[in-house]
């Protein structure tokens, strides 16, 4: 992303004092300079990834049986005795017609029969639980209901699709596999395969491309700041210029991509290459500034082990980040995150996340950054789906620059919300938004700047688009970005930017 208006400045005063003054800026200022643009833009691209993989994580919807009947007629309770011939019939309708309240009557009298079988009672628990939301616990009594009778077709269809929404997809496709090969009903034969396209689209790759037009206002994150410290005669004899904010239209792209690949039970491999860019068509031509050319390209690999069953994700991801401006590599980041979310009750998931990371300038790139650093990250998050067509999430992340020296380290403290919500019609209209408050305060106080800088940050990204439009395959999408920074070294690091443009959007 572009760095802050800090990254050069004029000044009129003799020669060697301004080439002085320009060297202790570069590593004092430049090293300041914000990276945070690039990482807000892919935390909004890894979100659209995760909530497009949730979407998928589904898989076919409605019961595996058609309902056979109910326990309740015309408003009543149709009585059923404690005696086998009637209470094994009354479970298979309790499960099939989703009276789950009936079911641990039911149960209770069943037991106390001679010759009632376990593996019923099993596998009726195993689905009581798993209706309840508790996997664990479904997936034990099922599998025990499977130990107690492995020629049950009811049970071994059921495991395997206890076993698909808890991502064990290894096993539930062989579990599939052989309710086929049994030989089943139609309408059974029909569902299955559901869940079998279902777990080949999981294997897969998944991800979008996005390729768009539009216009920066403020593509160098200048401030525009000017200020004259000797004026005589009504000439300023010692000035200091910051460079004016320049416009351009631009050209930027965005690609993410997603595979996994299952090892065996809920261990899985995952690969998640990202990146995104833009190219500007106009030039910084004032000839002062360490960037000429502001376009840019961000480049993420991040590949590693991740658990993932019915309620829980956790990853170990190391990856590698490149950055490239101004016509060359100015950076490569190595780093590892770790990432855990959990979900609670139907629509709630939480999650934590620590992150940590070594940039790596290369020579060129060190005229601009000034030296090498260290970030570490801790971050809280909460998505709620409300509805199927309403996402909410909300987070915070605490962050800390580690420099050589303490005047170019920072804390900042990270608020975000946003909410992805798709609207009834054919159009299949969605508005997709994120908002970012930061608070950021360096560690000690730099003579240069005179102050120990603090700054405040708002970012805003707005996407409006409709997925049933359709441009050569692509969906169209309006996008804004705006971005604002408060910095008590205002001349230095203050600015605004908005960004406008329209992407065109392929998701696979």
Same mark, same amino acid.
């Given at each position: 992303?572009?760095?802050?208006?800090?990254?050069?400045?004029?000044?009129?005063?003799?020669?060697?004092?301004?080439?002085?003054?320009?060297?202790?800026?570069?590593?004092?200022?430049?090293?300041?300079?914000?990276?945070?643009?690039?990482?807000?833009?892919?935390?909004?691209?890894?979100?659209?990834?995760?909530?497009?993989?949730?979407?998928?994580?589904?898989?076919?919807?409605?019961?595996?049986?058609?309902?056979?009947?109910?326990?309740?007629?015309?408003?009543?309770?149709?009585?059923?005795?404690?005696?086998?011939?009637?209470?094994?019939?009354?479970?298979?309708?309790?499960?099939?017609?989703?009276?789950?309240?009936?079911?641990?009557?039911?149960?209770?009298?069943?037991?106390?029969?001679?010759?009632?079988?376990?593996?019923?009672?099993?596998?009726?628990?195993?689905?009581?639980?798993?209706?309840?939301?508790?996997?664990?616990?479904?997936?034990?009594?099922?599998?025990?209901?499977?130990?107690?009778?492995?020629?049950?077709?009811?049970?071994?269809?059921?495991?395997?699709?206890?076993?698909?929404?808890?991502?064990?997809?290894?096993?539930?496709?062989?579990?599939?596999?052989?309710?086929?090969?049994?030989?089943?009903?139609?309408?059974?034969?029909?569902?299955?395969?559901?869940?079998?396209?279902?777990?080949?689209? $999981?294997?897969?790759?998944?991800?979008?491309? !996005?390729? @768009?037009?539009?216009?920066?206002?403020?593509?160098?994150? =200048? /401030? *525009?700041?000017?200020?004259?410290?000797?004026?005589?005669?009504?000439?300023?004899?010692?000035?200091?210029?910051?460079?004016?904010?320049?416009?351009?239209?631009?050209?930027?792209?965005?690609?993410?991509?997603?595979?996994?690949?299952?090892?065996?039970?809920?261990?899985?491999?995952?690969?998640?290459?990202?990146?995104?860019?833009?190219?500007?068509?106009?030039?910084?031509?004032?000839?002062?500034?360490?960037?000429?050319?502001?376009?840019?390209?961000?480049?993420?690999?991040?590949?590693?082990?991740?658990?993932?069953?019915?309620?829980?994700?956790?990853?170990?991801?190391?990856?590698?980040?490149?950055?490239? $401006?101004?016509?060359?590599?100015?950076?490569? !980041?190595? @780093?590892?995150?770790?990432?855990?979310?959990?979900?609670? =009750? /139907? *629509?709630?998931?939480?999650?934590?996340?620590?992150?940590?990371?070594?940039?790596?300038?290369?020579?060129?790139?060190?005229?601009?950054?000034?030296?090498?650093?260290?970030?570490?990250?801790?971050?809280?998050?909460?998505?709620?789906?409300?509805?199927?067509?309403?996402?909410?999430?909300?987070?915070?992340?605490?962050?800390?620059?580690?420099?050589?020296?303490?005047?170019?380290?920072?804390?900042?403290?990270?608020?975000?919300?946003?909410?992805?919500?798709?609207?009834?019609?054919?159009?299949?209209?969605?508005?997709?938004?994120?908002?970012?408050?930061?608070?950021?305060?360096?560690?000690?106080?730099?003579?240069?700047?005179?102050?120990?800088?603090?700054?405040?940050?708002?970012?805003?990204?707005?996407?409006?688009?409709?997925?049933?439009?359709?441009?050569?395959?692509?969906?169209?999408?309006?996008?804004?970005?705006?971005?604002?920074?408060?910095?008590?070294?205002?001349?230095?690091?203050?600015?605004?930017?908005?960004?406008?443009?329209?992407?065109?959007?392929?998701?696979?």
């Amino acid at each position: 992303m572009p760095h802050g208006g800090a990254d050069f400045m004029e000044l009129s005063m003799p020669q060697g004092l301004l080439a002085l003054c320009l060297s202790l800026m570069l590593v004092l200022i430049s090293g300041h300079a914000p990276v945070w643009a690039d990482e807000d833009d892919t935390r909004y691209l890894l979100q659209e990834q995760t909530r497009r993989a949730a979407e998928r994580a589904a898989g076919p919807q409605g019961e595996l049986f058609a309902p056979p009947g109910s326990l309740v007629v015309d408003g009543r309770v149709q009585a059923v005795q404690s005696r086998q011939e009637e209470l094994e019939p009354a479970i298979y309708i309790a499960i099939n017609s989703g009276q789950w309240e009936r079911l641990p009557e039911f149960l209770s009298r069943y037991r106390l029969l001679h010759g009632h079988r376990p593996a019923l009672v099993a596998m009726a628990e195993a689905l009581l639980a798993r209706h309840q939301g508790d996997y664990a616990a479904a997936l034990r009594r099922m599998q025990a209901a499977h130990a107690a009778d492995p020629a049950d077709a009811r049970i071994n269809l059921e495991l395997a699709r206890l076993r698909f929404e808890d991502n064990q997809d290894g096993a539930a496709g062989e579990g599939f596999a052989r309710a086929m090969a049994a030989g089943l009903p139609g309408q059974v034969q029909a569902m299955v395969r559901q869940y079998q396209q279902a777990l080949a689209e $999981r294997a897969r790759w998944h991800g979008s491309l !996005a390729l @768009g037009w539009g216009y920066n206002n403020n593509i160098n994150q =200048g /401030s *525009g700041d000017y200020a004259c410290f000797l004026e005589l005669g009504g000439m300023c004899f010692f000035e200091r210029r910051m460079p004016q904010p320049i416009h351009s239209s631009l050209l930027n792209y965005e690609l993410a991509l997603q595979r996994r690949w299952n090892l065996g039970g809920n261990h899985n491999l995952q690969l998640r290459p990202v990146s995104y860019g833009s190219h500007y068509s106009r030039k910084d031509g004032t000839g002062s500034s360490p960037i000429s050319d502001h376009g840019s390209r961000t480049s993420i690999l991040y590949g590693g082990y991740q658990w993932l069953d019915a309620r829980t994700t956790a990853s170990v991801t190391p990856y590698l980040e490149h950055f490239h $401006r101004n016509g060359h590599t100015e950076y490569v !980041a190595r @780093g590892m995150q770790l990432e855990w979310q959990r979900m609670v =009750g /139907s *629509g709630l998931r939480l999650g934590t996340s620590l992150d940590a990371k070594r940039y790596a300038h290369t020579g060129r790139g060190l005229l601009v950054s000034g030296s090498d650093y260290s970030q570490y990250q801790w971050g809280v998050s909460a998505v709620y789906v409300p509805q199927p067509n309403t996402v909410l999430n909300v987070g915070a992340d605490v962050t800390r620059k580690k420099y050589a020296v303490p005047q170019a380290s920072s804390r900042d403290w990270a608020f975000r919300g946003g909410i992805y919500h798709q609207f009834a019609g054919t159009a299949g209209l969605f508005v997709n938004v994120m908002g970012v408050f930061r608070f950021g305060r360096n560690d000690a106080y730099d003579g240069f700047l005179g102050a120990q800088r603090r700054d405040r940050q708002q970012v805003y990204i707005l996407g409006i688009g409709a997925n049933a439009w359709k441009l050569a395959g692509m969906t169209p999408e309006l996008r804004l970005r705006h971005s604002a920074n408060r910095s008590n070294v205002s001349w230095a690091y203050g600015f605004r930017q908005t960004e406008l443009g329209v992407m065109l959007r392929r998701n696979f």
